[in-house]
């Protein structure tokens, strides 16, 4: 088992297949910056599938147990579903998953489930048409989402999770009828305080709302009471209804954050390697990988960079350094959260 510095573990892998999406969330891509003459990675510099299935393969004998496709937006990368296949195949992947906006998931889903995809995440931030509209930058109601949700329900996709970033003043007053919503169907609302992600979403402190809050807002018209972790180093709280009606989670971040049991490694749509979602560098794998790398010399520097990794930004923002990095962070939609 590899270990870095603080003696984590690397279980976890997430993958962007892509740096480009059909969204233009407020918080993530706003559109004022990613317009129409954005110009977003050559088709060359896109690690390939046969190459993402390379690398996963070496990091799950590194120890990865978890992996989940991201982006940008994973399914505007086209035939997914064969990554998925090849990914699939990878001898000892125990969980394999799947971070979407859900705008194409109606059309995908089930050929996704047929090519072994285990579960699913989909990102819905308010089932206001409105608020909606103008949080993902596009226009775009809910009605799309809310269809992919279903297919992926028909499919057999399960557990299925819907990631909600909780704003200040944006969409906090809906996120009770978010939860009643799926309250008694099965799927599992987890609600995420806004981050610092990057440098692109002009984020402030104070447009975070803390975890204790969501948790009062939720709690105050639908009771709950925590629930244990399902494994160790669970980014999300767990509560469930008191009524027995599900369960919901909150993911605080920024409030409580939770570096020390951070064990996930994070792979970008160029193929650089990076250890902490607020990361400046990233390893480049895929050069040395074209430029004819065998296994074990790509396993040695995934190795070393793991070993010396000392990442913990969440633990070290404080009130005064939260959103005032000069530092170049890595974007949100290169990495896929
Ligand atoms: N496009 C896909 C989606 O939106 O589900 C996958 C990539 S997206 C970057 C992954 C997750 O990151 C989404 O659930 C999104 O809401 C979340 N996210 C993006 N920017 C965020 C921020 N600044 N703070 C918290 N979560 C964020
Ligand atoms: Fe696209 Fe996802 Fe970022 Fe929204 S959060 S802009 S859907 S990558
Ligand atoms: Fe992990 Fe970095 Fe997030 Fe801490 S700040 S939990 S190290 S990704």
Redesign the pocket.
């Known amino acids: 088992m590899l270990k870095d510095t603080f003696n984590r573990n690397l279980k976890d892998l997430r993958i962007s297949v892509t740096d480009r999406?059909n969204?233009r969330?407020t918080?993530?891509m706003p559109a004022e910056i990613f317009g129409e003459s954005y110009e977003f990675l050559p088709k060359e510099e896109i690690l390939s599938f046969e190459e993402i299935t390379k690398l996963a393969t070496i990091f799950v004998e590194l120890g990865v147990e978890k992996i989940r496709i991201?982006?940008?937006?994973?399914l505007m990368r086209s035939n997914l579903e064969q990554l998925v296949l090849l990914l699939n195949r990878v001898h000892g992947i125990q969980d394999l998953t799947l971070?979407?906006?859900?705008y194409l998931l109606e059309q995908q889903a089930e050929a996704l489930k047929k090519s072994g995809l285990g579960r699913i995440?989909?990102?819905l931030?308010t089932l206001d048409d409105e608020l909606f509209k103008t949080m993902n930058g596009r226009g775009f109601d809910t009605k799309r989402v809310l269809a992919g949700i279903q297919a992926a329900q028909r499919s057999g996709l399960s557990p299925i999770k819907i990631?909600?970033?909780v704003q200040k003043n944006v969409n906090e007053n809906t996120i009770v009828d978010l939860a009643k919503h799926f309250k008694g169907t099965g799927i599992i609302v987890r609600f995420?305080?806004?981050?610092?992600?990057?440098n692109l979403?002009a984020?402030r402190l104070n447009e975070v709302v803390p975890a204790s809050d969501i948790f009062d807002k939720i709690n105050s018209e639908l009771p709950l009471e925590p629930l244990s972790q399902n494994y160790a180093g669970e980014v999300a709280s767990r509560y469930k209804y008191r009524d027995g009606s599900g369960e919901i989670g909150i993911i605080s971040?920024v409030s409580q954050p939770f570096c020390g049991a951070c064990t996930r490694a994070r792979l970008s749509t160029d193929g650089r390697l990076y250890t902490c979602l607020f990361g400046e560098t990233g390893l480049n794998l895929r050069d040395p990988m074209r430029d004819g790398a065998t296994s074990e010399q790509l396993k040695a520097l995934i190795t070393t960079c793991w070993e010396k990794r000392d990442d913990k930004y969440s633990e070290d923002r404080t009130v005064n350094s939260a959103g005032q990095s000069s530092n170049k962070k890595i974007e949100?939609?290169q990495i896929?959260?």
């Not at 991201?70 to 994973?74: I, K, M, N, Q, V």
Request: aromatic letters at 14%; charged letters at 10%; one cysteine or more.
């Open positions: 999406c969204f969330c918080y993530c991201t982006g940008g937006e994973p971070t979407t906006n859900g995440t989909i990102s931030d990631n909600a970033v995420i305080e806004y981050m610092d992600v990057g979403n984020w971040s949100m939609y896929g959260g």
